[in-house]
């Protein structure tokens, strides 16, 4: 097994499993992104994006053959990387290095794109080979249900913003309604002035203006 592969396996990414990461592109003006997105172990060095069609996450990965998986815990970078076209105050930026990887990641996987095919008529699929890994931070982290709602909650947030904007309310309020439950689990185990409690406020806003604008 290459030295790549054996990384990936220490990192926690099991054949099958998806993790959530935030992957950096490059747009066709050449400026870097990043986007939350889900990615899948396939095969000891394979790992799969399957982004939305409308997302530029998309259109960049059919364009560029490289890309970076970066690996995070931190809510708010889920946060700022999802709502880049929001005015978010008070959350850091995201730093994205010459090279695609995220500074502010706890480790990066550059990836090269081997195959780009349609998962289905809304979704693409994208096939991409573990070139090299380098781990910034290798210490470990407690385990945090605050944490780990709060970025159950800006997943929600993200279809509950597709879905008004597409007039389908109906799906928007149940995932509403599951956003409700992460704040109340945020707010139980976290602090008050915490960065998990001020997310899911913020995204309460957001969604708030959503059904204003989208009304
Ligand atoms: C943890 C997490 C995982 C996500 N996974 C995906 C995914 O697998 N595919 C996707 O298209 N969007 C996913 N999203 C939503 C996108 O990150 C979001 O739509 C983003 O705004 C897309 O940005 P872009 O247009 O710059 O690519 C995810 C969001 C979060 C918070």
């Known amino acids: 097994m290459s030295k790549t592969a054996e990384l990936l396996d ?10 959530e990461t935030i992957v950096t592109t490059r ?18 060095d394979l790992l799969e994006i399957k982004p939305f069609k ?22 708010a970078l889920f946060l700022v990387t999802a709502f880049k ?31 780009g095919s349609d998962l ?12 090299s ?30 879905y008004l904007r597409m007039g389908r309310r109906e799906e928007a309020e149940k995932l509403i309604k599951r956003l409700d439950e992460c704040k109340g689990v945020v707010e139980r185990v976290s602090p008050p002035d915490s960065t998990e409690v001020r997310i899911v406020r913020t995204l309460e806003a957001l969604i708030r203006g959503w059904e204003e604008a989208w009304r």
């Open 54 to 75: 409308t997302s530029a996450t998309y259109r960049n990965l059919l364009k560029n053959t490289y890309a970076c998986v970066n690996l995070t815990e931190d809510p």
């Open 10 to 19: 220490e990192l926690g990414f099991s054949r099958g499993r998806i993790v």
């Open 120 to 131: 289905s008529e809304n979704r693409g699929c994208f096939v991409c080979r573990a070139r």
């Open 133 to 162: 890994v380098e781990v910034r931070r290798p210490f470990p982290k407690v385990f945090s249900r605050g944490r780990a709602e709060a970025i159950e909650a800006v997943i929600h947030a993200t279809r509950v913003e597709a």
């Open 27 to 44: 747009d066709s003006d050449g400026s870097p992104r990043a986007a939350p997105m889900g990615v899948t172990r396939k095969e000891p």
């Open 85 to 115: 076209h929001e005015d978010l105050q008070g959350f850091e930026q995201p730093h994205i290095e010459e090279d695609l990887s995220l500074s502010q990641a706890d480790a990066s996987i550059f990836v090269e794109v081997l195959t």
